[in-house]
């Protein structure tokens, strides 16, 4: 019995290591399986820096990192790798894993061998797609990949192939076939993202939902031109149009010029960044100064001129609606058309000047959030705003300015302490 005791002391200590790996290793494939591919991932490397596992359990979670980048990654070296840190191990030529290593490893290198030209192509597409291209250039591009996928529907890196497509046709601004490219890439290689920025189909999605608003706004916009031009000209206005309608017309324009100028000054001259907002602006050098002729008030003078559009648009709807025979009908018109107009007009003026080029910040709650928001764009090179209106322009950033400049923006503009201290080291 004594014979024996060394034998099952090596057995004690040896099984339940086995089994906590190949529990770890079950975990994983569960986290995998639910798309948690980082977490799973996280969870072998980590347990993989275990000194005190044996070469059977190190290798058997080796094992499932290389399969972990061969079939969900696509990084085929990295699992040559994690393979071959098998094969090089003291284990016995006749361990099973050690076999299925070797096994995997050959299969890799057989279909890099089938595939050598394939490969050869892509590289060389891969390297180009990183480049700043014209359009003819990237067009080339995307014709040699469709060819390529469709000709080698087998190909082992068939998901790159489909992700270099929906980065060159990124490129060039077709977002719908770039997302379904990224997705079909995802197919293929689901945890892809471990190896080549597939991250990117988010920004891709939001730019193609970007990109349908855009044209369905300007669709819509088109349609209710087309509408108020039928409308103007069916009503014959040769006939019974005067000098006086001009009048109308030219009085509504500049009645819209005096509302728009005065409004514009009399609340930017008075507008006042609210000490609750100006937490939110310490992250980025927003410079709040609504006053007309600073900087960043030009977008208002492109808001007087989609409103200008719409006045002129509305007005020629109603002079040629006006020789309908039901009133009641003429207002609803009316109504309907002006309330769609200055949606087109607002959306579109949005899209193109404020979308991604403005930080909207509310203190409101509920459906008072937009209500009580405001809108903060950033400029460049504020200098001569500063220099005449300092108070407009709370925490600016003075890291960089020089030495005189930065001295007199210390003692004219408004700091808040932390900033003020933070400023002050520099």
Not at 142 to 147: A, E, F, R
Not at 395 to 406: H, I, Q, R, S, T
Request: charged share 20%.
């Amino acid at each position: 019995m004594n014979k024996f005791l060394p034998l099952l002391m090596i057995l004690i200590a040896v099984i339940p290591a086995s089994a906590d790996s190949e529990d770890v290793i079950g975990k994983a494939q569960t986290l995998f399986a639910k798309g948690q591919y980082s977490d799973g991932q996280n969870l072998l490397k980590n347990n993989l820096r275990d000194q005190s596992l044996n070469s059977l359990q190190r290798s058997q979670i080796l094992y499932s990192l290389g399969n972990f980048s061969y079939e969900c990654v696509g990084d085929f070296d990295t699992a040559m790798t994690f393979y071959r840190r098998i094969t090089d191990s003291d284990l016995g030529d006749d361990q099973d894993i050690k076999i299925q290593a070797q096994e995997k490893n050959a299969e890799i290198e057989a279909l890099k061998t089938e595939f050598l030209a394939q490969d050869k192509l892509l590289k060389e597409i891969s390297t180009q797609s990183y480049h700043q291209l014209q359009s003819p250039q990237i067009e080339k591009l995307i014709s040699q990949l469709k060819s390529l996928a469709l000709q080698n529907p087998d190909y082992y890196k068939i998901a790159h192939v489909h992700f270099f497509m929906g980065l060159n046709q990124e490129k060039l601004k077709n977002y719908k076939a770039a997302y379904t490219s990224f997705e079909k890439a995802m197919e293929y290689k689901p945890a892809m993202d471990f190896y080549l920025p597939l991250s990117r189909m988010e920004t891709v999605l939001e730019k193609w939902r970007r990109q349908r608003i855009n044209s369905a706004v300007w669709g819509v916009a088109g349609i209710l031109l087309v509408i108020i031009a039928l409308t103007y000209y069916l009503s014959t206005p040769w006939r019974w149009m005067r000098l006086r309608h001009v009048m109308v017309g030219l009085s509504m324009i500049v009645l819209w010029w005096g509302v728009f100028k005065i409004s514009h000054t009399w609340l930017g001259s008075r507008y006042v960044v609210p000490e609750t907002i100006k937490a939110d602006l310490l992250s980025t050098p927003k410079y709040p100064s609504a006053a007309p002729g600073s900087y960043g008030s030009e977008v208002a003078e492109y808001l007087f001129g989609y409103g200008l559009v719409g006045v002129v648009s509305l007005y020629t709807f109603a002079l040629g609606s006006s020789r309908l025979k039901f009133r009641l009908l003429v207002f609803c018109a009316n109504g309907v058309m002006g309330l769609l107009i200055v949606s087109a007009m607002v959306t579109i003026f949005y899209m193109r000047h404020c979308d991604r080029k403005s930080d909207f910040i509310s203190q409101g709650q509920g459906i008072t959030f937009y209500a009580a928001g405001e809108m903060y764009f950033q400029v460049h090179e504020p200098e001569a705003s500063v220099l005449t209106n300092p108070k407009a322009y709370p925490n600016p950033l003075v890291g960089n300015a020089d030495a005189e400049f930065k001295e007199w923006l210390l003692r004219h503009c408004e700091f808040d302490k932390p900033r003020e201290q933070e400023s002050t080291n520099h």
